[in-house]
């Protein structure tokens, strides 16, 4: 849905172009959806490297661009890629974490501690619903409200069912609902 | 914050907002809003919620353009035929693939046999310039070139105290992927992209068993 554009050239054109050893169509397909990745990342809770991330995922799609089919949008392809580099990513800080122990009196802990204070302090109150949802309604929720994914694009991209990821969005909505007038 | 009882519009809503509907689609939940109480509250709530997304930062285009792969050789000739082009592309991701596989096997054994055996110095550098070409000829990621080659070194040690010809036996792997399937490449290709994700310290143990593996 998303390939067509009102510019003229979808995305399966730009791709073509630049098979055929175009380098301003890599340009063109780079700008078009380079801020929708960094908005989902950022919204999804990354929150340093966000342009290496971007970058590493335009890489990763250009280097596998034959894989592409073109069943799915490029753009529902690249938010797989995308989704799948940051769950990378959660990984290996999870596994950091484990093996280097938190010193609670270390000054960087307190200074962390009061900066989020700070923030949650600002954060809007449709903000905190939406952080409150499990990671799984997280993301159907980011991807159809924020992205303006369809089902099925959700369904691509986070490795689910058309109708999975209509109750996931439907609860998440409810769970919104019920934090914003609580 | 009632729930209007309309579940096909409700589940529209994201895509009236995000402008993704066609023209009749796009009047027909326009109308409806306007006369729905609920709907029009959830319309502003999701209106909301989209407006306090953090701020992301802007991106460089043009530096990611300049770190993106050049077009591949194999993907320029697009007038080829069509099962050509991401055939011989998977190709050189199996043989990226089988080459890190046959190194870590090869380390795997270096580990076993490096106290029993003394290097022959030359045929050890003979074996390593072949597994590096294979390494360099895949034209793969940095990462995974590297981890090839970084297991190489040690891995040659112990290859070339076992006959030349067992340590060649293992490095024709390479040559056969053109024999394989397109599911046996597909697998092949899921594993890669488990070792790209995940880069390891060390190689991975590989339980692969070779002809000359048992008999010793
Ligand atoms: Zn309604």
Redesign the pocket.
């Known amino acids: 849905m998303n390939s067509s554009n009102p510019s003229g050239e979808s995305d399966q054109d730009l791709i073509a172009r630049w098979r055929a050893g175009d380098s301003r169509a890599a340009s063109l397909l780079v700008g078009r959806h380079a801020d929708s990745l960094a908005r989902f990342a950022v919204s999804s809770g990354e929150r340093e490297d966000i342009e290496e991330l971007v970058q590493d995922t335009f890489v990763r799609a250009f280097a596998s661009l034959d894989a592409f089919r073109g069943e799915s949008s490029l753009r529902t392809w690249l938010f797989t890629i995308e989704r799948r580099l940051m769950l990378d990513r959660r990984r290996t800080e999870r596994r950091q974490k484990a093996m280097v122990p938190i010193e609670p009196a270390d000054a960087t802990t307190e200074y962390d501690a009061l900066d989020s204070l700070l923030a949650e302090e600002t954060e809007s109150r449709v903000r905190k619903a939406v952080e409150s949802l499990s990671p799984t309604q997280h993301e159907v929720f980011l991807l159809r409200v924020e992205q303006g994914l369809s089902y099925k694009e959700i369904a691509d991209v986070v490795g689910t069912t058309e109708g999975a990821a209509r109750v996931h969005y439907h609860n998440a909505m409810r769970a919104v609902k019920e934090f914003v007038n609580d | 914050m009632t729930d209007?009882m309309?579940a096909e519009?409700r589940d529209a809503l994201p895509d009236l907002m995000n402008g993704r509907l066609g023209d009749i689609d796009k009047a027909t939940m326009t109308a409806?809003v306007e006369s729905?109480a609920?709907?029009r509250e959830e319309l502003r709530l999701l209106q909301e919620i989209k407006a306090s997304a953090p701020m992301a930062p802007r991106i460089d285009v043009s530096k990611i353009v300049a770190a993106l792969p050049a077009a591949m050789p194999s993907t320029i000739d697009h007038l080829a035929p069509a099962r050509a082009r991401p055939r011989s592309s998977m190709m050189w991701k199996a043989m990226a693939v089988v080459a890190l596989l046959t190194t870590a096997v090869t380390f795997g054994k270096a580990r076993r046999q490096a106290i029993e055996v003394s290097p022959a110095a030359s045929s050890a550098s003979a074996v390593r310039q072949e597994v590096a070409s294979q390494a360099a000829k895949t034209g793969q990621s940095e990462g995974t070139t590297r981890a090839s080659v970084a297991t190489v070194a040690p891995a040659v040690v112990a290859a070339a105290a076992r006959p030349v010809a067992a340590a060649r036996a293992e490095l024709s792997l390479t040559g056969g992927v053109q024999d394989l399937s397109d599911d046996q490449l597909q697998s092949l290709l899921s594993g890669l992209d488990s070792v790209q994700g995940l880069p390891a310290a060390e190689p991975e143990a590989v339980t692969i068993s070779l002809d000359d593996n048992e008999g010793q």
């Open positions: 209007c309309n519009v409806h729905c609920d709907c």
